[in-house]
């Protein structure tokens, strides 16, 4: 049988591979850089342990456990402790905590007495037509100003690494958008529909990414990537990179890029699993795909972003230090 093609070695790549190994169906994973895991690399040094890229992962469908128990990574995974679920925003320079009740949204000092006002007023506030509305705009709209920048905007920032403005929220939060569609309003959604997301949520498997546990394991991330690296053997090609690809009537060609001969190695497989970035997939020739679609794959926009990892000795801060801080942009 000829072995079917992944391309790209992030994550989402070496998962394929994985499952396909486990119906015993061939692969090869072509990775055109040195190593696999994509952005998730973790650097142990000195007693500290650092993540380069992503630092959890979150639980939010059946597929992230069974995925870990395939692997055998169950008694190494980490999650937070129940007393670390506090989430806070700086506001002018003061740590304020994000309130998760209504009780204690109607008592925070993160939101002026004005917010809290134009918050009441959302479930009195119309539906709207627009067929893709921003983020930002939906928000506003609905919440007001400082719901986006002290309760949003922090937390799009943590998840997307992107600006509201530029997020759909019909396709980023797809259950707020049904929520107004459907009710409209969020807060009467959110009390009359509590029943039945619950209820659907039970009988898909799925939970909600408010609710969901965030997971890591002992020695971080890379211990996801490097065991499924481990699972693969000599199925992986790395430094080898795909130029092109063409069908050929029963299957496709590949024109490969490895090792020093860098241009004009073919090989044949059934099938090709694209699992590189978009701009990666672009640089590409497809023989039969329209240079309109692949001229849509270069205008992903991939939001720059730099981690910076810091420690401190922790009898010099006062803080808890009992949930995940953002900053606002005047911080």
């Given at each position: 049988?000829?072995?079917?093609?992944?391309?790209?070695?992030?994550?989402?790549?070496?998962?394929?591979?994985?499952?396909?190994?486990?119906?015993?169906?061939?692969?090869?994973?072509?990775?055109?850089?040195?190593?696999?895991?994509?952005?998730?690399?973790?650097?142990?040094?000195?007693?500290?342990?650092?993540?380069?890229?992503?630092?959890?992962?979150?639980?939010?469908?059946?597929?992230?456990?069974?995925?870990?128990?395939?692997?055998?990574?169950t008694a190494r995974c980490l999650y937070p402790a129940a007393e670390m679920k506090a989430r806070y925003v700086v506001r002018?320079?003061?740590?304020?905590?994000?309130?998760?009740?209504?009780?204690?949204?109607?008592?925070?000092?993160?939101?002026?007495?004005?917010?809290?006002?134009?918050?009441?007023?959302?479930?009195?506030?119309?539906?709207?037509?627009?067929?893709?509305?921003?983020?930002?705009?939906?928000?506003?709209?609905?919440?007001?100003?400082?719901?986006?920048?002290?309760?949003?905007?922090?937390?799009?920032?943590?998840?997307?690494?992107?600006?509201?403005?530029?997020?759909?929220?019909?396709?980023?939060?797809?259950?707020?958008?049904?929520?107004?569609?459907?009710?409209?309003?969020?807060?009467?959604?959110?009390?009359?529909?509590?029943?039945?997301?619950?209820?659907?949520?039970?009988?898909?498997?799925?939970?909600?990414?408010?609710?969901?546990?965030?997971?890591?394991?002992?020695?971080?991330?890379?211990?996801?990537?490097?065991?499924?690296?481990?699972?693969?053997?000599?199925?992986?090609?790395?430094?080898?990179?795909?130029?092109?690809?063409?069908?050929?009537?029963?299957?496709?060609?590949?024109?490969?890029?490895?090792?020093?001969?860098?241009?004009?190695?073919?090989?044949?497989?059934?099938?090709?699993?694209?699992?590189?970035?978009?701009?990666?997939?672009?640089?590409?020739?497809?023989?039969?795909?329209?240079?309109?679609?692949?001229?849509?794959?270069?205008?992903?926009?991939?939001?720059?972003?730099?981690?910076?990892?810091?420690?401190?000795?922790?009898?010099?801060?006062?803080?808890?230090?009992?949930?995940?801080?953002?900053?606002?942009?005047?911080?």
């Open positions: 049988m000829t072995p079917v093609a992944i391309v790209g070695g992030g994550v989402t790549g070496l998962t394929a591979a994985f499952y396909l190994q486990r119906l015993n169906i061939p692969f090869t994973l072509y990775e055109a850089s040195g190593r696999v895991g994509g952005l998730i690399q973790t650097t142990c040094r000195d007693g500290f342990l650092v993540e380069h890229g992503p630092n959890t992962i979150l639980e939010s469908v059946p597929e992230v456990a069974a995925l870990v128990k395939d692997l055998e990574l002018n320079g003061k740590t304020q905590r994000v309130p998760q009740s209504a009780v204690a949204a109607a008592r925070t000092p993160l939101l002026s007495v004005k917010a809290k006002l134009r918050i009441m007023a959302e479930p009195f506030i119309s539906r709207t037509a627009l067929v893709d509305e921003a983020l930002s705009e939906f928000v506003v709209r609905r919440l007001g100003v400082e719901v986006l920048d002290y309760l949003i905007d922090p937390f799009v920032g943590g998840v997307y690494a992107g600006d509201p403005g530029r997020l759909s929220v019909e396709h980023a939060f797809p259950k707020l958008h049904k929520l107004e569609q459907t009710y409209g309003s969020l807060i009467k959604g959110s009390l009359v529909g509590a029943r039945a997301r619950k209820k659907r949520e039970r009988a898909e498997g799925t939970v909600s990414k408010t609710s969901a546990r965030m997971l890591s394991f002992e020695g971080g991330l890379s211990v996801l990537v490097d065991r499924l690296r481990a699972k693969l053997g000599n199925a992986v090609e790395l430094g080898t990179a795909v130029k092109a690809m063409r069908p050929n009537g029963w299957g496709w060609t590949l024109e490969l890029a490895t090792g020093h001969i860098r241009e004009g190695t073919i090989r044949e497989h059934s099938a090709v699993l694209l699992c590189a970035p978009a701009h990666r997939v672009a640089q590409m020739k497809i023989l039969g795909v329209a240079a309109a679609e692949m001229e849509s794959l270069r205008t992903v926009y991939y939001p720059p972003i730099a981690r910076v990892a810091v420690a401190f000795p922790r009898d010099k801060i006062a803080h808890a230090l009992d949930g995940i801080w953002s900053a606002d942009s005047e911080a």
